[in-house]
């Protein structure tokens, strides 16, 4: 059986949550499992209260700091190299604990149509097999610098059948 939380251990608990939002780095900083976190709040509903609370404001926090990072190096206020890792993180976790940070995706309209392809590039010409493996091998001159597919592939919409 796990042990009962003490009041100044529960308030440890609560501003471990407020901070950082996740029961498991508040039972690590308490030095208490997750279970006993899981059981006390069983057991009463006050702390099942605030610790739901302190959970929700740790989330905004979360949100906070990662919106400020975020911030300081779209500002330049950021004087060191751009850690890209750190910065992704920040967005994700922006994402992740911010309502409506990425704002809401629209489709406008769709357009469904097949294409019959005229012309297209040419695939490369298999000249020799080595051990049952056919070697890929274009003839010298054929590359002819296309930039795009629209240079590339020539079609014609189809009617839908």
Excluded at 44 to 71: H, W
Excluded at 136 to 145: F, I, Q, R, T
Aim: charged share 35%; with cysteine.
């Amino acid at each position: 059986m796990s042990k009962k939380l003490n009041a100044e251990l529960k308030e440890q608990v609560i501003d471990a949550l407020r901070y950082h939002g996740t029961m498991q780095y508040a039972s690590k900083v308490c030095d208490v499992s997750v279970r006993t976190l899981n059981e006390e709040m069983r057991r009463s509903e006050i702390f099942k209260r605030r610790v739901l609370e302190a959970r929700a404001e740790g989330k905004t926090n979360i949100a906070d700091r990662a919106i400020e990072l975020i911030k300081s190096y779209a500002y330049g206020e950021n004087t060191e190299k751009t850690d890209r890792n750190r910065l992704t993180a920040a967005i994700a976790l922006a994402n992740a604990y911010e309502p409506g940070f990425r704002g809401t995706t629209q489709v406008q309209g769709r357009i469904e149509h097949d294409i019959k392809v005229i012309t297209a590039v040419p695939r490369p010409k298999y000249k020799v097999e080595i051990e049952n493996k056919p070697q890929k091998m274009l003839d010298k001159g054929e590359d002819k610098g296309y930039n795009s597919v629209e240079e590339v592939i020539e079609g014609e919409v189809i009617e839908g059948e």
